[in-house]
Every structure is written in C-alpha cells, then in structure tokens.
C-alpha cells in the first residue's frame, strides 16, 4: 500500500501547474481523492487541497497551519464532533515522523494572497514540522498541522527528499534559539534525561536536547526561557514532542497510549518549570484528553 | 568558564569586518588567541580562523573542511604526530553537540577565491555539522570538522530571535538523501532500532531514523543506498553518528569510550549491510583506533 502511494513531484506537473477541476487533479495523479483534502491514511499521505473550505486553516505563503479532517456536517461546513486522529490526519503525522514532502495545491477559495483565481494550482512540497489539536471555532477538538514549504523543489523528487527534515528541524530550531537556556538546562542536570536519567556519552563529553514543553512560534507562542524546558535524551524528546508522553499534575511521566507511569520527572531546585506550560503540552500536544 | 566564552556575532563587528591584525582580532573579541587556529577548549569552540595554514583545509564559501590542531611541527609546519581530540579540536565537537554557532575569520593566505587579499576578514557564522579523522597528507591522524553556514546569521545572535522566519531556512541546503531507501530499512525492522531493539511508539505510528553508515557528501561520498544504512532509534542515531558507538567485524556494537560490547547489531535478510561501509565508519568516526 505504501508503495502504491507517490511522493514528491509528480513528473510533467511542475510547480505553478494549474488544473480546472478536482477530476483533471486527481487524474494528472497530483491529488487522487476528488472531494478530501487529504490524500492519506496510515502509511503516509502524500498531497492536500487547501480550498478555504475550513475556516480553521491559515495560509502564511510559505507556511501554512491546516485543519484536519472529519467530525464537519458537510451540509453546513460545521463542527458537529471532534476530529480524530485517523485516515488523513495520522497519514499526515505519518509523513511527519517519516520526513515525507506533502504536495500543497491550493484552491481559488483559500487566502486571497496565495490562492489562484479559478480553479487549482499546484504550488510545490511542504513537509510536516509538527501537529497538535484544539478547540476549533465551533467548539470541536480539530487536528492541526505545520507544513512548511521546502525551498527548493527541485531537490525533492519523488525518490529525494533533504535530510532528515525532523533532525535537521530540531537542530536548526536549537541554533537560533536562545542557546544559553538551552545550556543552562542541559548543565542543571549534567546533560542527563529530566524522563529516564539516562546520559548519553561521546567522545566529545554529554550530550543532551533541550525541548520546549510549550511551542515557539505560532500559534503557541511559549516562552523561549528555562520554565518551559526540559534536558531530555533524543528518544524522549521526540515522544515529548509528539505526544506520546506527557507530565500530569503530580510530576508523572504518563504514556499518551497507554495511560501508564513511565517515570518521574525528575527536577532540580532553581529550574522553575512551570505547570502551565506542562498542562498546554498535555491539552495540545498529548494524543489522549 | 563557559560563561565567558561569546558566541555568535560580536556586537559592532558584522560580517565582512576587517582586521589588519591577529593582535586587532583579539582585542575586538572576534578571535581572542593570537597564535591559535581554533578558539576553544572542554566547554566549546567560539570561532576559527582559516589562514591556509593546515594543507589539509578545505574551502568551499559556505562549507569549510577544517583540520584540527595539534601535533605539528611549528618550524616546518609538517604533522610530527597524531592529533589528540583534546584542547580546541574538543572545543569544535562541543559546539556540535551543543549546536552553537562557530565564527569563522579567514586570513589571506587561504583559498584565493573566498579569502581576503590582505589581513583578516570576519566571514559570518557557521555550525560544525560533523566531525570524523583520518590520516593527512604527512600519514598521521587529523581530525577533520564539516563547517556549513549559516543561512542568515542575525538568526544567531547569542539572544532569542522570534520563531516566525526560522523554520523556512531550515529545509533548504541538505543533502539530498534517498527516502524511498531509508523507509525500506525501517519497514525492514519495522522502525525497531537495529541496536537495542526499541521502538518508540507514537499516536500516529513508530518512529525511527534512517541512519547513514558511512557518511554521504565529500569527502566520505557514502552511498545514500540500503546497503550503507542502519535502522536506529534517535539516541543510537546519535552514539553511531558521533562514533561513541562503532560495529566490529563480528557485527557487535562496541561502546568506542570503554571497549564493552553493547550488543549484537540485528540484521534481517536482504538487508544485505556492506561491511566495508561499517569498517569506513569505525576507521573515521570512532574515537579510538
């Protein structure tokens, strides 16, 4: 199934290419399913349509934060239940953990600024940089994404893609950050996991992730200061940052799927970390209410 | 002591600044030794001056392939000796590990096309993306750092810098790698970590990395091909990347700090891992011979 699916470009549909209906884009193969917005499921999705049909979505040009599928009456274009983390929305966060490039073609009904005037148009790859959920205008929990356009498409055939986008994202992010609270946690806690209390060691000395319990950047806005960090090993960070752990009230590392006690978040005094940050992590970021 | 080193740019000394001297570099703070090619010690490496001085430098303009220091002959300025990872080489790994930005000062007698005629010139910001060693044209071990720039180096001021414009930077300027190879490895292991047979689990699926064994891109020129590549959790990623973790001919995984063996690295069928791709790595990236 996987195999079947077609990343990257889709050769003789370069970028800019403009379709008049769903029915010639899904048959040039660039977005098969003729009415969802995503093409994917478990293994992976590999296109959407942003049409503006989701009030919810915004359009920044290069980045875009688009709502999930599901949970709408169709009739009214309304929330009517809360969206889940199935079909298109995990086949994007499957093309998240595995740095798959989305192609992004855009609707005449979207962001007046990005959108064409009629029709479709197919306007390059995004990859997935990160999901989380919210309360949607209409009251609903919706899923959402962060595809950030790939600069240079050319590079990222369907067979290329750059470098691991969510290495390469958690390294790029820690160098413009602010480096020295990144240190100053890291040597709180002697470069050792605040999860599993494991150090790992390199020729060079320790070494150890600083994670942002609640994100920078829009729409979170968390503070880039030592009350929203931990020192987490790599393993921890990336199940931090997916959701797939969480901190409850009482300072317990839980397992989002499963619900069990991993550990105790292990803290020293003078870190500060602040229970707000943890508790949006846990609404936003964690996969389980 | 960490504290006092300055990273990133110095105030009142954007790039292209120039220095008629080592002894006017100092005193600005943009390179604070006056012999010395590497600014660093234990606790990182602030900036490097590229002066033509080791045969061994490569200078691409936004990638520099610079030689460690250490065990040279000051007289005739031939290696005499191994060089250690200790001292301002250890400083270089470091701001690896850490993600800290690197100035970098070239002097006149480097590469003619991205040197200046006279004196020294401060050429922005870099991040030492890799290191590994290997013997120089005197046949005694260097140590060798990938330097790549910055895309726009105000982003790495030493101070938090808003989120809105980073992620867009950060895709662009990678390798190109192969993900239809890298996702065969993992559905070969089904995203388990061919060293410790973890496999993190998250909401929308298994999460594992791709790992290149023996590097792509000059000089190493990997192949980006199953037979080079590991299936690795992140932390395994990064003990193997480093060369804390190298595999012997007998296919354990060997802790290169201690000599103990961490375990025997898990092979499927077909995956068919060339071992002269493993014995690149442990020949290059290990710590120890």
Redesign the interface.
Known sequence: M?SRRQ?GEIPGYPEGSEFASRTELSRAGVHRPLQGGISGA?DGADSIVVSGGYPDDEDFG??IIYTGQGGRNPATGRQVADQK?ERGN?GL??S?????PVRVVRGARGNVNFSPERGLRYDGLF?V?E?WHERGRDGYRIWRF?L?????AR??S????????????V?????????????QV??WYDFTCQVCG?R??????P?AEGAHIRA???PHNGP?HVSNMLCL???H???FD???IYVDEGGRVVD??TGEIVSRLHTVDGHGVRPEYLRYHREHTS?TP
């Open positions: 996987a990343y478990k290069d980045e983390l995990i966060v499957r998240e953990l595995d740095s798959r990859v940089t999901h962060r950030v356009k790939l600069a240079d590079l990222a369907t067979r290329a893609v750059p470098t691991d986008t969510r290495r390469a994202n390294v790029s992010a820690r160098i413009v950050r602010d480096r020295s609270a990144v240190q890291k040597e494991l790992l060691m390199t020729a060079g000395g070494y920078l950047g829009r880039d090993c790599p393993n960070h990336v199940l997916t959701g797939a989002s799927l996969s």
